[in-house]
């Protein structure tokens, strides 16, 4: 049996705080006493993130009387801090109502461990298969079975460019394949700028090589590198891994270093050209598609989850409702700068930019990201992005060690 002592106590003791502002003619904290609450994990604390949560709370409570929403929130960048929390909360038996996670393999261990509640019904009784693209289907089913809703999609496989730097250096067109963009980063270094691919650490370099990959290997055989059907040790692989290794070549010297926001800065401030990062970047910068995955998706998710020992499943299902939504997405999605994972959501607000990544969900090859867990799990990520490392910190030489390292992680974590 689940123990919920602990989150039980809390309650007492916030319903206790509300009584005595009552009777001490206080007034009130903005509670209702008589609901039931639903404890909701995030990592969302701040901008635009916040504002997506906040309005999705308004849903929430419009759409599910009787419940109200307890905030969880922990603060950092990705979830750093709270995926710690909440792992520590887990394996004490206490898991909140709900939490935050990457939508795909991310979630293989707490499924793996019985740790969450399948949700297969509610995507039937919610007409969820009509509105989410096949591929995402796909990527969140396990065993035939669905454990968590997509609030939003984010894009990974985009460049940010700084379209003044590239015009200083005679640049005006946009690459379309890799030796178009090893040629434009040859001109910009000839130009004076030493380091024009602006990159960061860990699992910003897994990024970056993903979609390499992609471009060597197509949406169908990258995909398969997390099913062991594509080997890791083969031809394609190696190639991409020379191009990889050719871009880093044009990267910042410090990028081991760097947080995203922090390489990021190196484009904004005009001492690089380009940056791969995903949509939440969004600096207010030109962009496209990385040069050879054109009609090609790599997709990430936010998600929600109903743990086993929840103590307000009931509760949960209702957030899960409102998550799931075209209401909910589009409220949520218009603030936080993501889009809505069903294709069925109307424009209504949004940006230019989220408008064509609307119009791509609906018709490009969806592809997981193992960077950000929808292609693979944790450890295997850790195992990557330490390869990886390792490769940058060597001056990226040895591509066949790196080849086998990657394969090696592959054979470790893939299951079955």
């Known amino acids: 049996m689940r123990c919920t002592y602990m989150r039980f106590a809390r309650r007492v003791l916030a319903a206790a705080a509300v009584a005595l502002l009552a009777v001490s003619g206080c007034g009130s904290i903005g509670k209702d006493p008589g609901a039931a609450e639903v404890e909701v994990f995030t990592w969302w604390a701040d901008g635009g993130e916040k504002a997506g949560l906040d309005a999705l709370v308004s849903r929430f409570t419009a759409d599910c009387p009787g419940q109200q929403f307890e905030n969880a929130a922990v603060a950092g960048g990705a979830g750093v801090n709270a995926k710690q929390r909440l792992l520590t909360r887990i394996q004490r038996n206490d898991p909140p109502d709900t939490f935050q996670v990457h939508a795909g393999a991310e979630l293989d261990d707490y499924i793996a461990a019985g740790r969450l509640q399948d949700l297969t019904a509610d995507y039937d009784a919610w007409g969820l298969r009509q509105v989410l693209p096949p591929g995402l289907l796909e990527g969140l089913t396990v065993n035939g079975k669905i454990y968590s809703v997509p609030a939003n999609i984010h894009r990974a496989n985009v460049v940010w460019v700084n379209t003044r730097v590239l015009a200083e250096a005679g640049i005006t067109g946009t690459p379309r394949t890799l030796d178009a963009l090893l040629r434009d980063l040859a001109t910009l270094r000839g130009a004076g700028i030493e380091a024009p691919l602006a990159v960061g650490r860990d699992w910003t370099q897994l990024m970056l090589l993903e979609a390499v990959l992609i471009s060597h290997l197509g949406a169908e055989s990258f995909t398969r590198l997390f099913t062991g059907a594509t080997d890791w040790n083969s031809g394609e692989v190696t190639e991409a891994l020379g191009d990889y290794a050719a871009l880093l070549d044009y990267s910042n010297a410090d990028r081991d270093s760097r947080d995203w926001p922090e390489a990021e800065r ?13 949509d939440w970047a969004a ?38 409702r409102t998550v799931a939504s075209a209401e909910g997405q589009r409220e949520f999605n218009v603030r936080k700068g993501s889009i809505p994972a069903r294709t069925d959501v109307a424009g209504t607000g949004f940006s230019g930019y989220q408008l064509a990544a609307m119009r791509d969900w609906k018709s490009d090859i969806p592809v997981p990201s193992c960077a950000h867990g929808s292609a693979c799990s944790q450890d295997w990520q850790n195992a990557v992005n330490t390869a990886l490392g390792t490769f940058s910190i060597a001056r990226y030489k040895d591509i066949a060690s790196l080849r086998e390292a990657l394969a090696a992680a592959a054979a470790q974590y893939i299951k079955g």
Do not use: I, K
């Not at 190196?266 to 995903?278: D, I, K, Q, S, Y």
């Not at 207010?284 to 743990?307: E, Y």
């Open 266 to 278: 190196l484009l904004v401030e005009g001492r690089a050209a380009f940056h791969v990062m995903g």
């Open 283 to 320: 600096p207010g910068l030109d962009h496209f598609t990385f040069p050879g995955n054109d009609g090609v998706f790599q997709w990430l998710a936010d998600s929600f989850v109903l743990p086993t020992g929840a103590a307000n499943p009931d509760g949960t299902r209702c957030w899960l």
